[in-house]
């Protein structure tokens, strides 16, 4: 059976430290908008209290999370136990995107291991924190986080990294602006 809680206690933060990977998810407020499931790995993601976390968002092929969340601000998180005792937790909250150009960049950056290709941390307040059995998630072993994106990023490089993202990361699938467009001057298309 599932339970809810008000916070974050040691034992859940124990949890989500022990995982692999976590899910993140956002929507526009569209009806007929898409909802954006993505998977994250290496190390990106914190509690920075109870109630408070934050993940290191690395450039990839989209930017969606950013930009529902500038739309409405909406986020759900999960994690699952794949090996050990089966569990879900799933975090609801209202997240916002920090850019490099925020005042709270500088504090929270150094948080994060140092990843080539980080374009901005998406931090959310927590609303509802909930778990649930986890009897249908399949045990598996994790291996190894793949090297494959930071590797990219790296060859890439800082200039190769914002053209790319000025190409891919400004806009959403449902027509929703990404608050890093701000910062790459990218007008709205027509």
Known sequence: MGKTYDELTPKLQDFIGAQAL?????????????????????????????????????????????????EN???????????????????????RTVLERD????????????????????????????????FGVPVMESVRQRDTLPKWAQRKGANGLREYQRRTNIWSIDGCRAPLGETLDVPVPE
Not at 58 to 67: H, I, K
Not at 75 to 83: A, E, G, L, P, R
């Open 73 to 95: 601000g909406r986020i759900t998180f999960m994690f699952c136990s794949f090996s050990g005792p089966p569990k879900i937790l799933r975090l609801y909250g209202k997240g």
């Open 103 to 134: 005042s709270s960049w500088a504090e929270l950056l150094p948080m994060f291991p140092a990843h080539a290709g980080a374009r901005q941390i998406i931090l959310a307040d927590l609303r509802r924190i909930q778990t649930s059995c986890g």
């Open 22 to 70: 976590f899910f993140v998810a956002t929507a526009p407020l569209a009806p007929d908008g898409h909802v954006n499931l993505s998977p994250k790995g290496l190390d990106t993601f914190r509690v920075l209290s109870p109630s408070r976390v934050a993940y290191l968002d690395l450039t990839g092929s989209g930017n969606e999370t950013s930009a529902h969340l500038a």
